[in-house]
């Protein structure tokens, strides 16, 4: 079955991918791949007790996630539905709680507790835009991006109309890090609809293949090595065919043997009345 899903706004960060304006350059190789330490903003949509107590992954996730929205021109009040999605959310704070269980009090602050747990950004989210719509917030280790994809093709293929994607993805402190090796700071969002609006960047057809074919890489060195050892960067194919202005197909992969082939047709030539092909399942 293939799932259709229209683009209305992208939000990146990376390193050297200071958001998705800046980044769309250097992803067609308009201008060169330079890395850099990613700057994470304070989240300011937050009131400044709740701000206090962010840590690096929420501020990603609002970053990016705020970035597709505005992208999208869908302001605060009008938030959507979201999907929230990481390997491993918020390494730094198990780190820290790590510690504070191998010390001889072992207290654990309320503040990394309730930090911990993975829905935190979404949490964090609802409370910066004032926002009651429904979030999930999912993890499949490597492939967390591509299930969020797949969740939001469900939704939108369901009741939703509209829901925005936010993935986000932080290396692990030592010696953490040594168990679950990861590179640089990632964070990817998209809104996406079910039907196209004047503000649509592209149509994507979505589907889960079963076997095992080959998937898309990017030939720009620096930024394929970002997207080998950062399961968010797994997204950069896909973004990097958003950025461009023809229509062409990315594979990423997927849980064990699968792919998810993805078809993108800029909207210029995306039909508005395009409808996805039924196919058998896996």
Not at 52 to 65: D, E, H, N, Y
Request: with cysteine.
């Amino acid at each position: 079955m293939t799932m259709q899903m229209y683009v209305g706004g992208v939000g990146l960060l990376g390193p050297g991918l200071a958001g998705w304006e800046q980044a769309c350059a250097v992803l067609i190789g308009a201008e060169p791949y330079l890395p850099a330490a990613v700057s994470l903003p304070a989240a300011e949509l937050l009131p400044p007790a709740e701000r206090r107590r962010t840590g690096q992954s929420v501020k990603l996730a609002l970053a990016v996630g705020m970035e597709a929205l505005v992208g999208a021109g869908v302001s605060a009040a009008q938030a959507p539905s979201t999907i929230f999605t990481s390997s491993g959310a918020d390494g730094v704070v198990i780190h820290e709680i790590c510690e504070a269980l191998a010390r001889p009090e072992r207290e654990v602050s309320p503040t990394r507790f309730h930090n911990s747990v993975h829905n935190a950004p979404a949490g964090y989210w609802s409370i910066a835009l004032r926002s009651h719509a429904p979030s999930t917030s999912l993890c499949a280790y490597d492939w967390s991006f591509a299930a969020g994809l797949i969740e939001a093709g469900i939704q939108l293929a369901g009741d939703r109309e509209v829901v925005l994607l936010v993935s986000y993805d932080l290396p692990y402190p030592e010696p953490l890090g040594l168990a679950r090796p990861m590179t640089g700071i990632v964070g990817a969002a998209l809104l996406l609809r079910r039907a196209p609006t004047a503000s649509s960047l592209a149509r994507i057809d979505v589907e889960v293949e079963c076997g095992s074919r080959p998937v898309t890489q990017v030939d720009i060195a620096g930024l394929e090595a970002l997207r080998a050892a950062n399961p968010t960067g797994r997204a950069l194919p896909l973004l990097r065919a958003l950025a461009g202005a023809a229509a062409t197909e990315v594979v990423l992969d997927y849980l064990g043997t699968a792919t998810l082939a993805i078809k993108v047709t800029p909207a210029a030539a995306a039909s508005v009345d395009a409808k996805p092909a039924a196919r058998a399942p896996c």
